[in-house]
């Protein structure tokens, strides 16, 4: 599948004076109260996944009510949640939420803001082999450098920079796997770009696309893969060679390409989003129990909220079944796009040139419900995983990345194929770029998982 190809997927899918006398002092002190909170959020730190109710969390949708667009007007009924400052009138989620990786006594990773970095990037489009055509942002003109020269500083301590060396020793003798779409090709292509500072790996593919990988670190004695799973279940095209009709999604069976493959794996990254969005026919127990985006009559119109949830229901309940699976597991949470002024096929574009301010965006539409569902699957994964000691753990870039409208291809990547016209890219991102934080994450990570052991 080319990465246009997602690209073209993703519209489918944006008073008196005395009384005030009085009452003046107290006035002062709720405004005190209001911005202590908002200026100095490390004396009352939540991250997103603390701001979000057990009552809030989605069940399995079937209403005819779809929100895709980052546009969306009906803003009377769509959550929106602050990420950065508390709001009372959101009710803390769940004990299970708050806990959910088991090294959150040492600090949030996950909470906190951008802040200037001058010593980025620590790499370039001319250093590093495995950037692809669409993400190379200033071989294909980007004028403007300054979106790199950030790092992610969270609330009340530091996340380290990635380092190279210490990256590789730690992963001496393991391997990782990469289970997604194209944005997790994506991660893994920084982490490459990351680690080639030291060595580059050895291309051991079994075939030239770029659909599923496998590199080596021989010195190292680490590999590391890619497995293309878009949707993580079983996906089948209705008309092979036609990619824009809809796919059949067999939302209760795993994607073979993956599932067969993770058992000997260290650690595995799951992530998924943004092909949700494209018209898609639901089956369960190879029944057809609904569709998205679909014209046939006497079948009924379904969200992508539905499919969403049911395929990670299933991707965390495979890993759970696995026999000799005795990898840790980390959610990569949804990395929302950026467009504005527009859909993706109405002139939408992302044009920013620094990074949203921690008061300047929130979470919405459904960019939120993805999220949510997230957290709620792997609340679950991580309950019935606790009977053979399955490690589950939040990797919550969604914070993150939702401050980063600056950091996309945009009009600055090129597509393989000459003299054709793409919408702007506004859901992967440029390389070098914000996405190689996820790496910072990754990294601190697994050391505090080998630390907690």
């Excluded at 959101?90 to 010593?119: H, M, Y």
């Excluded at 997790?184 to 292509?189: G, Y």
């Excluded at 291309?203 to 696309?209: A, F, K, L, Q, R």
């Excluded at 990569?332 to 949203?356: L, M, Q």
Aim: charged share 20%; glycine share 4%; with cysteine.
């Amino acid at each position: 599948m080319n990465f246009q190809d997602l690209d073209h997927s993703l519209g489918k899918l944006q008073t008196r004076k005395k009384n005030a006398t009085k009452i003046a002092p107290f006035i002062a002190l709720a405004i005190l109260f209001t911005l202590i909170p908002i200026y100095y959020p490390s004396m009352h730190p939540k991250k997103l996944s603390q701001v979000l109710s057990s009552s809030s969390l989605v069940p399995l949708p079937d209403s005819n009510t779809q929100h895709q667009s980052n546009n969306s007007s009906n803003s009377s009924t769509t959550q929106q949640v602050n990420v950065t400052k508390s709001d009372d009138h959101v009710s803390v989620a769940p004990q299970e939420a708050r806990i959910i990786n088991s090294t959150d006594e040492k600090c949030d990773l996950f909470s906190g803001e951008w802040v200037e970095n001058q010593d980025a990037p620590y790499y370039t489009n001319m250093t590093c082999f495995t950037i692809q055509e669409h993400q190379n942002c200033m071989k294909y003109g980007r004028p403007d450098t300054d979106f790199l020269k950030w790092k992610w500083k969270p609330d009340g301590c530091e996340l380290p920079i990635f380092d190279a060396h210490q990256f590789l020793e730690f992963v001496r003798g393991k391997s990782l796997a990469f289970v997604g779409d194209s944005v997790a090709r994506n991660h893994m292509q920084s982490l490459i770009c990351l680690l080639s500072k030291v060595v580059y790996p050895i291309d051991v593919s079994n075939s030239t696309d770029q659909e599923n990988r496998r590199w080596e670190y021989r010195d190292y004695n680490f590999n590391m893969s890619i497995f293309w799973a878009p949707y993580l279940v079983k996906a089948n095209k209705t008309e092979p060679n036609n990619i824009y009709q809809p796919f059949n999604l067999c939302l209760d069976e795993p994607d073979e390409s993956w599932n067969t493959k993770i058992q000997d794996f260290d650690y595995v990254i799951i992530s998924s989003g943004h092909w949700f969005s494209r018209p898609t026919m639901f089956y369960l127990n190879h029944t057809l129990v609904g569709c998205l985006f679909c014209s046939q009559p006497n079948v009924s119109q379904m969200t992508s909220f539905f499919s969403y949830q049911k395929a990670f229901h299933t991707a965390f309940q495979t890993i759970n079944s696995l026999k000799n699976y005795k990898g840790v597991t980390f959610l990569r949470t949804f990395a929302p796009s950026h467009f504005e002024d527009g859909v993706w096929d109405k002139g939408g574009d992302c044009v920013r040139t620094t990074p949203f301010k921690r008061n300047e965006k929130v979470l919405d539409d459904y960019s939120l419900e993805f999220y949510k569902i997230q957290l709620q699957e792997l609340t679950i994964a991580q309950k019935q995983g606790k009977m053979r000691n399955l490690k589950f753990r939040l990797f919550d870039a969604t914070q993150a990345m939702l401050f980063r409208g600056d950091g996309h291809p945009s009009k600055y990547g090129h597509w393989p194929k000459p003299n054709v016209t793409f919408s702007n890219d506004c859901v992967h991102w440029c390389l070098p770029g914000p996405i190689d934080v996820w790496n910072d994450f990754l990294l601190e990570l697994m050391k505090r998982e080998e630390s907690h052991r």
